[in-house]
């Protein structure tokens, strides 16, 4: 990861506490979110619970810190997906993403009869006494969840909102011991300038 720098005049200066302030309220977020994940039953494979790297990054005129995850699905656990038919969770109108084109149920037979298999799902017997067969269960969860759509989960939604709430308490401190001593070390290198 490369180092956090600040300019004045024409030379860089290190900011190594704002770097490590930075990494501690990306290390927290990420805490946040996974116990997020855990607590909704999210966590299947652990390929997403797993796969949020905390990044320093550097932009003009500001520094952030990102968790964003690595597995292309995370979105829709994060902000869910509308119903071909209906939304029946809160927020899952809010989301971008829609059930209702494509290959519909059908397209995500092959996805749930994995997962059935991974939480080791089996059929059951109705009142009738009739068995449904995992063939059957999944072709029911597929229509379910094509037609009421994925609640959200806002693992990372909300709890960026909630670790917001921390970051001036945190970084503030970091950023200004950083700059007065970036200053201090331009003032020295100034020969005009008596700084001791």
């Known amino acids: 990861m490369s180092v956090l720098t600040i300019k004045i005049g024409n030379r860089e200066y290190d900011m190594p506490k704002t770097k490590a302030a930075l990494l501690k309220v990306g290390k927290m977020w990420r805490k946040n979110a996974r116990i997020s ?5 999210k966590v299947n ?9 905390v990044n320093v990054l550097e932009m003009p005129n500001t520094y952030a810190v990102d968790i964003t995850p690595q597995v292309g699905y995370w979105q829709f656990v994060d902000k869910g997906v509308q119903g071909a038919s ?37 059929g059951s017997r109705d009142e009738k006494g009739r068995f449904t067969t995992r063939k059957g269960l999944v072709y029911l969860i597929s229509n379910a969840i094509y037609n009421r759509g994925l609640k959200p989960s806002l693992f990372i939604t909300r709890t960026k909102i909630q670790i917001q709430k921390h970051v001036t308490k945190t970084i503030a401190p970091a950023i200004s011991s950083d700059m007065a001593n970036a200053v201090r070390q331009d003032l020295k290198r100034d020969p005009k300038l008596d700084v001791k």
């Open 37 to 41: 994940l855990r607590k909704q039953d």
């Open 45 to 53: 494979t652990g390929a997403l619970y797993n796969s949020m790297p």
């Open 86 to 122: 209906r939304n029946i969770f809160p927020y899952q109108s809010e989301s971008p993403f829609k059930f209702g084109s494509g290959k519909g149920p059908r397209g995500l037979r092959g996805a749930i009869d994995k997962w059935v298999v991974q939480k080791n799902i089996s």
